[in-house]
């Protein structure tokens, strides 16, 4: 059969993509995934879940020793399964804030990219559901800015703790950069938030039980799973003949290279129309520069045929640094501990899940409220810059866990907040690892985790909040005090030494977290740097297109799987209208 469109990557993005380009039954899709199927995994089902999902449902990357962090190799978990990292992610909906979004109009020459041209791929993406415990969500979102007819669910968390009315409390008392903002999606992030997950009632929404599944009964869509992509060729190499004219501007690439198994032949396919590649921050560079685009010296070296020169391939790499201070909590209050702590419990739990889709185990471990800062106007100053993408929107966030994180230890009850750097200087890669070069090994994966003086000061900055926000009163009686670790990282009350045991705490306990963009990044057509144009469609090439976090200049003010799918759905409507398919026909 011929394909008018082969998507490599079946995660967040492809989903969206093999729906939405299979809505014409005149055009014949095929999407391959790596990974294998998501259905009749009840972790993937299971929100609660997310800490406790199989390793067979990941890439389990690492990354290169992290030099700001005592040389650390960092887990770098990527969805390996249908749904990608939307199937294993923690489920939180962040589109970024107004300035995000303009700011990639601006470096991109797009305005179609702009926070008010996106509103309809928002809409498109977004189902606002009722929370699985049906509770009144009166004050805790703005139902204006959200739509009800879109795809993947999205809603509020459906199962109520203590800890949930304390913080609220603490945000009123403190006020200031802790004051309440009813609904962080409005596209204004700044202050304290109730969280929006991708949740439909009690089940995870991923793009492959959103998107995907319910177009499997298309038959113009075909899905391959296990189909692992080593390359992408010029055309004829089907025919045995790799035509590779190095640098020519009107190269055509539209052929696949994928094997079902490390010990069987490769299979090539070529795509009549267009070859679509979303396989995410790192597998997208990882096959681009395995098929001959990238540096041309770096190529080179790690015993590549150069083929498309464009040495932004694998660069820009921009993650969220995270860090987990953690407080002891009063044993007479409840937290979600006791989930990981007690395996008959947990299996009660989710009995309870499966008879009802009631119970703790219908929300995310990741917690229900989180607040979005900024810089106080004396670091700024000291900064000399900006590196948020507008004066509204937040340089770090404060999430609040009701439980120690990642895991909790055997006992004890815990209170994490997860600070992250959402608006990170620091500036990584993806690159060949010449020393071992296969097509099936991993890349080298250099976060860059708070390389920068600036991301280590906001990671410290954000610390430093976490401590004024525990000294609200409305703690009192459920804070017992700091965690061992971060006892000792703020046991003086001199600043310097305070900043100096601080940063061996940053250096010793912080990690990257699984937002992550920027690798095949999107500029002006014009642009001499950037590795596709506004359009998605790659510099310097024919028939291949990037449509995945990779293609995000800067990374998000939020967590990056909302505007992973509002990407996704504007690329569906920029490929239509190409060629002239779907509701796009004249």
Sequence with gaps: MKYDFIIIGGGTAGCVLANRLSEDPSVNILLLEAGGTNIGKLELEVPFLYNFISSENSWNFTTTPQQRLNERALSFQRGYVLGGSSSVNGM???????????????????????????????????????PADGHNTSGQYDPFVHSLTGTNAVS??????????????????????????????????????????????????????????PALVRPNLHVLVNARVLRILPDNTATGVEDLHPGSASLKIKTVEFTQGLDNPPIYLTATKELILSSGV??????????????????????????????????????????????????NFTTTDAIYQNLTFRAELLQQWSENGTGPLVDSAGGSQIIYMRFSDDILEELGSDPSSSPTSPHFSLGVQNAFYPKSPSSGKYLTFSTEIVSPTSRGSVTLNSTHQSPFNAPLIDVACLRTDTDFLAMRSAIKSVLELVSAPAWNGYILG??????????????????????????????????????????????????????????????????????????????????VYIVAERAADLIKATWMIGDKKE
């Design 156 to 213: 509020l968390a459906g199962f109520p703790y203590t800890v949930d009315s304390i913080a609220l409390l603490a945000s009123q008392q403190l006020g200031g950069p802790f004051e309440f903002n009813l609904d962080y999606n409005s596209g204004f992030s700044l202050g304290f938030s109730w969280v929006q997950f991708t949740i439909n009632g009690a089940n995870r929404s991923s793009s492959a039980v959103s998107y995907l599944d």
């Design 282 to 331: 790192v597998g997208t560079p990882h096959i681009l520069l395995n098929s001959g685009i990238g540096n041309f010296s770096s190529l080179i070296e790690a015993g590549i045929t150069p083929l498309v020169d464009l040495p932004s391939v694998g660069q820009n790499f921009s993650v969220h640094p995270l860090s987990h201070p953690v407080f002891f909590v009063n044993p």
């Design 92 to 130: 939180m909906y962040n589109r970024g804030s107004k300035g995000d979004w303009d700011r990639y109009a601006e470096v991109t020459g797009d305005p179609g990219w702009s926070w008010n041209n996106i509103q309809p791929y928002i809409a498109k993406n977004e189902k606002f559901t009722p």
């Design 482 to 563: 700091p965690f061992t670790d971060l006892a000792n990282a703020t046991a003086s009350e001199d600043p310097d030494e305070l900043d100096e045991r601080l940063d061996d705490y940053i250096r010793a306990t912080a990690s990257a977290s699984g937002h992550a963009v920027g690798t095949a990044s999107m500029s002006a057509s014009d642009a001499s740097f950037g590795v596709v144009n506004p359009d998605l469609v790659v510099k310097g090439v024919k028939g291949l297109r990037i449509v995945d976090a990779s293609v995000l200049p800067y990374i998000p003010s939020g967590h990056t799987q909302a505007p």
